[in-house]
């Protein structure tokens, strides 16, 4: 009864939280028409839009990310991170599954599932794999208004990952490459001849669909680092990361090119419970550059609002298509319910239209915490012994603490110390016996 009770409740806060924010958004159809048009004239209109295939590439699963305004690339510290910087799995502290559901534009609707994880005894080392799936109705009708015919127009993807954290250690995070192997497939339904002036009652084509259904190899390569900058606070987490990603690099797909882009981002924390990100996208036509659409960028923010409630929102600024995205989560033991809201000016505002709901199970952290904790404890010992005059006995907890941590600098800088120190006293022994 307490855990339903606490569940009840939180997810009472979820959708209250969320309910403010949106009330603040609830301008009316002029107002909406102002700002769009506003944005417009200001930032223009990007001729090349819409020349790449595949949508699914494009659009967000949900999850932390999707709230923050997809500025997701130098936070990358959920599942999420798969979409947006494929060097993220080294650098999660726990493995974890995530299963989302986004309601998109219309009836569009993008499923999506994510597994990470780390290995104790590999803690470079990252791995991922997810599956993604886009689809809609597709309805055809004749000039009657008869059904010609339909199906679902669907896109999948599917992504395995890999990184791994080289020069990590107790003062430095290290810098993570990694890279998403993906491949997509995209199925169009069989389409009817209604079009024809000789037949307006329409015959289904055989194999209308499949001469545009194709499929396409790419790959995405990413690069993450994480340091201490301005930190006003005590804490073992880095409170600034940096990262640089190329996305989505692989031929064209019949012809049309993959939406091809290098994203360069930062994220900082000013302070414990806030998260500031910044992303600035290039897209790149590999087909034709001339092409490629204009520049674009993201800001997002997240807040911790307590141990079991965050917020998050955020903007992702595209020409001809700003969006706004306000989103929660609440965490209950191991299990974290995210929503968010998006809003962009091709689309109005529509409450239920535009939810994207996420799942993300916490399956520890292979034992990573428990094997900290020892560290930390066997050279607490050492640094005893080493302060009281014991020098060997410090020494043997430093060597045993490096044994199952090698990249523990603390110990490593006082074992030298301490070897240091016994070599000058080996020299004064070997000049006092040569006086004598």
């Known amino acids: 009864m307490k855990i339903k009770f606490r569940l009840s409740h939180t997810l009472f806060f979820l959708l209250f939280s969320l309910s403010g924010i949106l009330y603040a958004f609830d301008f009316d159809a002029d107002a909406y028409g102002d700002i769009s ?27 932390r990310a999707e709230g923050m305004g997809t500025a997701f690339t130098a936070v990358a510290d959920d599942v999420s991170f798969i979409e947006y910087n494929p060097a993220g799995s080294s650098m999660l502290d726990f493995s974890e599954l995530g299963i989302f559901h986004n309601n998109w534009i219309a009836d569009t609707k993008v499923e999506g599932a994510v597994f990470t994880t780390r290995f104790k005894n590999l803690q470079n080392l990252g791995l991922a794999g997810a599956g993604k799936w ?38 430095f995070s290290g810098i993570s490459v990694g890279m998403n192997l993906k491949g997509a497939f995209r199925f169009v339904p069989d389409y009817s001849d209604a079009n024809n002036t000789d037949n307006y009652q ?18 995405d390569i990413g ?26 690099l692989g031929p064209p797909a019949m012809d049309d090119p993959l939406p091809t882009a290098v994203t360069a981002a930062l994220a900082y924390k000013p302070m414990r419970p806030l998260l500031i990100s910044m992303d600035f996208s290039v897209p790149f036509n590999l087909m034709n550059p001339e092409l490629s659409e204009k520049p674009y960028g993201a800001i997002g923010f997240a807040v911790n609002a307590t141990n079991f409630l965050s917020m998050r929102a955020g903007l992702l600024a ?6 706004v995205t306000v989103g929660s989560a609440v965490t209950i033991d191991r299990i974290s319910l995210d929503l968010n809201y998006s809003m962009d000016l091709l689309t109005q505002l529509q409450p239920m239209n535009r939810i994207s ?22 050279y607490l010992s050492g640094l005893e012994a080493y302060a009281s005059g014991n020098a060997e006995e410090a020494r043997r907890s430093l060597e045993a603490a490096l044994k199952l941590n090698p990249q523990y600098d603390p110990a490593r800088e006082l074992l030298q ?18 006086n004598f």
Do not use: C, H, W
Not at 423 to 434: I, K, S, T
């Open 134 to 171: 886009l689809y809609l109705p597709f309805t055809e009708y004749n000039i009657y208004g008869d059904r010609a015919s339909k199906g679902y127009y669907s896109e999948a993807e599917a992504i395995l990952n890999a990184s791994y954290s080289f020069l990590s250690g107790y003062y």
């Open 202 to 219: 329409g015959q289904l084509i055989e194999g209308s669909g499949q001469s545009q259904s194709t499929g396409m190899a790419m790959a």
């Open 223 to 248: 690069i993450l680092t994480r340091f201490d900058f301005l930190k006003p606070y005590y804490s073992r987490d880095r409170n600034m990361s940096a990262a640089l990603v190329f996305k989505n």
């Open 357 to 378: 709901l996420g799942v993300r199970l916490n399956l520890g952290d292979q034992g990573r915490k428990e094997l900290g904790r020892q560290v930390d404890e066997i």
């Open 37 to 63: 048009d506003y944005l417009d004239d200001v930032y223009g209109i990007d001729d090349n839009a819409g020349l790449t295939s595949f949508p699914v590439l494009n659009v967000p699963m949900g999850g």
């Open 318 to 323: 595209k020409t001809g298509n700003f969006r």
């Open 417 to 434: 110390s301490i070897n240091a120190a016994q070599a000058v006293q080996n020299q004064m022994d070997e000049l006092q016996r040569l």
